[in-house]
């Protein structure tokens, strides 16, 4: 099916090239379309890789191999094919996984454990292994494509195509780094959310790159969500190839490590919020903002209790200032809270405090907020010092639209 | 909004009377509606009572007060408030439920924590303290009502009104329970679920029909769900007149408490399952049976992540066998799982068997299942002996247009 943009969606981010880092695309044909749906990047010698994966109990073969694989913390090329996950498919799903990284392999000359292979589309439908070998003999042989090229091509559902950049200083060495991700539905935190990349031409130690995207994945990808379900594919990846010649960063205390780190964090947050803005049917961004909780944890979880509402999320589709439904939410949540200390307010604007209903609240300003596309709800739980803040959309007759029909 | 009656609605039961019972309706104009919107119950002195309630954190005074009263094990008189749930509303709100309490405990003579009150709809809207009272004033000077009036005035969403009726022997003393149910949105699990009144001619001790209660709970209310929200209200509430003139039931051990467990089951699975058939926006029953998990528990919760899963309920709004979905959603579940032991069926045929699809699948008989609208879905983990079954309904786009637009 093809969808409009969404109304959410932003222009591509103009990226630079990453020293060591050239992306390939080509049509593996896995589904009846006319676009390209396999990429090949190829990594220089050396390059550091780090990745977060789903926490599915059903993750994909690819799930599976890939954490093995981050383990080593080298990787030589990534290869990801759009339109069939390879999930749920038994040892034929192994196999193919396996065949892919032993072309990629034989073809680099490098060991098959440096071939990453992600995958995303329908689940339960074995990767059809002579399309992948074509597409990758011919994703092989193409042209360098653009960031944007390889956007588009790792996109399933996807509206629009999501690129983001940042640099950092180390010492006097300016580092780069870009991010692509595609996801729209199926997206739930407490993992890394569907899939996406991010390449860095920053010397870094493998080990201390895992540090920081886990530390980041848990501000970012772990605290979006658009329907509350997890795919079994999900997969966050960075790559860091050292060409900018910065001194290695080997820990937390080197210089730079900590511009590294917020660069990080900023490229995985546009990330993770491009997915949002590209979230089934969303009409409108929402921004939860949870404080006073007992503890940050807890105000994650609360956050997402209300994000994941359906009645919160249908509410706000229709510009309703519905706080008894975010009371609902917050009373859902399993997380310590006094309903008599509790204050909830929308675009800045506090629609009960302690419990109860602002005395003199003026309903109008709120509605104009609402009537807008970039939502703010505010929940302090009077409680504690935790806090947590959480990115979702709403529910729209879009999202039924899409799901209702396409075989995903 | 007039909403048409859910296509999964069925007739209303035919409830016989019950000895010690009855009931009055009024109209309280809580809404700006013409209809009864004030249900008062009257019990015969003796009566015991038990009861369930929501765990939500941010529970309404109702529920607090109700928590206390069921320790005490009688009851003279229930009140239902429909149209403002009297949540999150602060002092005022208890203080509403007090003086409805005072005044009905006036009328009877009897202590006010004998009289359980009751309020649904808006939440953060105090109760009006001048419509209660003469809605009050109204109801105990009205006519006794029918089963169905009464069931028609504990309603606000509902499309239809539900009751359900069952007959145990004790000894050799026939015993008749009827209930009543109002709920259609803001279901989900771990709870009671909305507002529940089961209503019997036993003479049975408290203690003992709480602990039968909570047990019929756990396997019924606490197994629906239908858009995964937790009301701030829910409520199920059974009363035991004693009119009938068994031999008291003291304990599991005697003669005819099995019997009458039974029945207790059954009246509460049919009222769980008439909630399910009014689920805002729900054009498909479906049963989720859950086998071979860990534990029962766990079984509980593999059902449940699928039930309240949005991909899973929108494929079947579309007809769609989309198993790779239920896949998914065990693998969210946060349960034990074995991806290349799972197996998933509808309509009791297998579409994948240990981790991989059926080889001679044929998704012909099974599309013809899902065209209609009573679904079967089978998950077998083939892990343990764990089982579950569990009631939701599709997610449609009748949901989004109900709760985009009402402010409930």
Redesign the interface.
Known sequence: MDLAPSPLALPFATLPQIAGVTARVARAHYKDWDRCDLTYVEFAPGTAVAGVF??????STEVELGREQVKQGVARALIVNAGN?N????H?GRTAVEQIAAQVSAHLGCAPEAVFVSSTG?????LPMDKAKAGVAAVLDAEPADWRDAALAIGTTDTFCKGATATAMIGDTKVQLNGIIKGS??I?PDMATMLGYIFTDAAIAPSLLQQMLEDANKRTFSCITV??????SDTVLAFATGAAGNRPLLEMDDAGAYAFAAALHDVCRQLAQLVVRDGEGAAKFIEIRVTGAASDDSARNIALAIA????VK??I??G?A????V??????????????K?SIGFGGIWA?R????VADYDEAPVAEHLAGDEIDIDVDLGIGDGRATVWTCD???G??DI???Y??
């Open positions: 789903t926490q599915s109990a059903c993750a996950s999930a749920f498919t038994g034929r329908v689940i339960g439908v074995p539905g199926m739930a329907d509350g379900d997890t795919s079994t994941n509402s359906p009645l249908t509410a589709a229709g309703d519905n706080w008894g439904r009371v609902m939410a917050v009373g859902k949540a399993g997380e310590p809270a006094d309903r008599d509790l009960a302690d419990g109860q209903p529910l729209t007759h999202y039924i799901n209702a029909d075989r995903s």
